[in-house]
């Protein structure tokens, strides 16, 4: 079967209150990618929150909500923001082209609407945004393990935050420590560190399982998961999870105090972010409770309790 041009695989949303607009760009355009269309701006603002299309061709002037305002609201929104804005429109002043670009547009179509040209940039926009997103995953991975990297945990914990709190509902974190693993490189050497990491790697992403729940490395032998949408019993019941897959892997560690197989600590917290709170408190907590597991003898994970 043959495979469809990366630009096919694209998602492009058209938001315009021209049915007939729409269904020129639609023609247009057709090949290349999966087209959606919205009538209104703020049809168009949900459609875009809801399918994260990798572009947006925006009519200017519409009822209601212009697409200046539109592209605003976009911009302003973090899951929204990396979405490339096309304005559409029969302006075709300098004044008109310059307050789209400043509303955070990377491109302005003017009408009549010349096919080839219109394919074109929308070609290379395309292009464009699947080479930033291909950048922004590499600047969000840890180079060893594979696993996001403490940056983009810093971004995610910090945008949870402030859904959860929006919301008002529970989020945890778990940070998770091998034991002993000073003694494992001493031992084994630095390479088979690094083997060893990979693979706890993998058993924290194994057993974290669902799609928004985030697993990072902190730094060195540290890692961290972000528990979207669970309460403090469920957290509980996730570390003792963790620790049984990493303990069962049995990964021979011959230098441990606490088993003759590599074993982690789990710190825990819970909380449901509000004004008295902060996400530093949730990372400063279960910092506190992974030092507490460490203190009990390792190998176990222990949820912190309220100061
Ligand atoms: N191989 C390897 N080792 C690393 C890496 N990053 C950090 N380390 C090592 O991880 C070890 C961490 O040691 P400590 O902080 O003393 O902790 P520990 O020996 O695990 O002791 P506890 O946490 O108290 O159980 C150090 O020896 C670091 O050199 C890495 O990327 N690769």
Redesign the pocket.
Known sequence: MPTKPPEAQSTILIIDDSVDAIRLLSGILKDMGQILFATSGAAGIELAQQRRPQLILLDVEMQAMDGYEVCRRIKADSDMRDCAIMFVTAQSTMDSEVAALEAGAVDFLSKPLNAPVVRARVRTHLKLQRATAALMQLANKDG?TGLFNRRYFDEQLAREFLRHKRQGLPLSLAFI???????Y?DHYG?QS??AC?KRVAELIEGATQRPSEVVARYG??EFVVLLPYTDAADAAKYGAWLCEQIAVDALAHARSPVAAHITV?VGLTSMVPGEANSALNLVADADRALYQA?SAG?NRAVTATPL
């Open positions: 060893l420590d091998i034991d002993c693993f000073k003694a490189n630095h560190g690094d990491l060195g032998e600590s460490k390792r």
